[in-house]
């Protein structure tokens, strides 16, 4: 009797113990998602897609690792939209330390359920410009400005951060470091790592979609969201050194192609290049006097197998080109610009190709021509008849008919002067 009861006593608590934990919440994972480079339509793409995929796995949160100098002004309305109608909560976290949220990164940031940054890290200089770094004259800026302050302050009341200074740093362009953005309510935490991030945001209660969530991060899986080709892709091709190159190779095999029409492949890899060039150039801050310094330098290789300059138009085109390459990016305005360790190189490999076809071409326009008969002139043979005045002679591995204007014997030399119609005219080797 006692064994009995003693089995249901061990059957109860085992059924306590099951019931409580089916009423156990489901562990919930972090998703990080790296949001690095510029705000471009690559970038875009990954984030909206990883805001899916942390909604498809029921994430506790995504948190997006924001390092950004800035971008398209569409792209970064896709961002902050997708982060806004998001089904779990958004932490936009600026890191590592040295990363900014600059331009278009301060909107997003502003779009987060959570903001947060790193310390030694900075956020600001939101100011508009036109595509491609463009001046736009000022009633356009001046709605592109409004437009954006609107936008910006009711991201920032809309998450109860500081709407004013979020407006200055759209009209003004002020930028401030991390431990200034966290006096001035323009974010909600600083933490050194992402450990650190995920201790502090513990508890931490947010509205998704009008619902009040409470955020569990202590103890629960990190799943980090790998970079598929396509977003490396579009990514990488939006970098200035990389778009850079690409718009140098892509001059080259146009250039090659004009020189030798009819070799097809290098065009078509040249057109290939410039078309992606084109596309990273929309995300960045162009000078269009660098780009058309740069098409002058293309010019100036063009003439050069056109016009005999003797290389000055070569050297006028590396010039050009050198210039034209320095002066490409707005650097001094976003950071954005080609390092040296490849600038240098590149133009001096481009141009020393440059050269070399023209050269190429310049001789194959000098050189005499060796068929037809254009190419007798100045060839050898042996009078087959004699010539008085007219004969036959063996020229070339050919009998012609020929004249002289003296006596020649057969079997002697013979040089050919000059081509009349199918005869030549010859006349007697001497001195050998």
Not at 206 to 233: C, D, M, S, Y
Request: net charge positive; proline share 4%.
């Amino acid at each position: 009797m006692q064994n009995y009861r003693h089995k249901w006593f061990v059957l109860v608590v085992l059924l306590v113990i099951a019931g409580g934990l089916g009423g156990a919440e489901p562990v919930k994972p972090i998703y990080v998602l790296p949001a690095t480079g510029s705000i471009n339509p690559g970038l875009a793409d990954f984030v909206v897609e990883g805001i899916r995929a942390a909604e498809k796995g029921k994430a506790g949160a995504l948190v997006m690792q924001l390092d950004t100098p800035g971008g398209l002004e569409s792209s970064m309305r896709v961002i902050g939209q997708a982060i806004v109608n998001a089904k779990v909560p958004v932490i936009v976290y600026v890191s590592p330390k040295g990363a900014r949220a600059a331009s278009a990164g301060v909107l997003i940031t502003m779009a987060a359920h959570v903001a947060a940054m790193a310390p030694g890290t900075n956020i600001g200089a939101a100011h508009p410009v036109g595509v491609g770094g463009a001046k736009i004259d000022k009633v356009m800026s001046d709605k592109l400005v409004n437009d954006m302050v609107a936008h910006g302050r009711a991201l920032a009341l809309e998450r109860g951060r500081n709407a004013d200074w979020v407006e200055k740093a759209i009209r003004k362009s002020v930028s401030i470091d991390a431990a200034e953005a966290l006096r001035l309510r323009v974010i909600d935490v600083i933490a050194e790592d992402l450990g650190e991030l995920l201790q502090k945001v513990n508890n931490l209660e947010v509205k998704v979609g009008g619902k009040k969530v409470v955020l569990k991060t202590l103890g629960v899986p990190v799943k980090e969201i790998a970079e598929g080709w396509r977003t490396k892709i579009l990514k990488h091709i939006a970098d200035p050194n990389v778009a850079f190159i690409l718009m140098l190779l892509g001059m080259a095999g146009i250039y090659f192609e004009l020189a030798h029409p009819g070799v097809v492949l290098p065009g078509v890899i040249g057109a290939l290049c410039l078309l992606l060039a084109f596309f990273a150039f929309q995300t960045l801050p162009i000078n269009f006097i660098g780009l058309l310094l740069i098409l002058l330098a293309f010019i100036f290789f063009i003439l050069e197998f056109k016009v005999a300059s003797y290389g000055l138009l070569s050297l006028a085109g590396v010039i050009a080109l050198f210039l034209g390459s320095m002066m490409l990016f707005r650097g001094d305005e976003t950071g954005m610009d080609i390092a040296w360790t490849v600038l240098i190189p590149a133009v001096l490999t481009i141009s020393l190709f440059f050269i070399g076809v023209a050269g190429l071409v310049f001789r194959s326009h000098l050189r005499r021509a060796i068929t037809g008969s254009a190419g007798l002139v100045g060839e050898k043979g042996v009078a087959y008849t004699a010539l008085t005045p007219e004969g036959q002679v063996f020229v070339h591995g050919e009998y012609w008919r020929a004249r002289s204007e003296e006596p020649i014997a057969a079997g002697e030399a013979v040089e050919v002067v000059q081509v009349e119609d199918l005869k030549l005219l010859v006349r007697k080797v001497r001195g050998g």
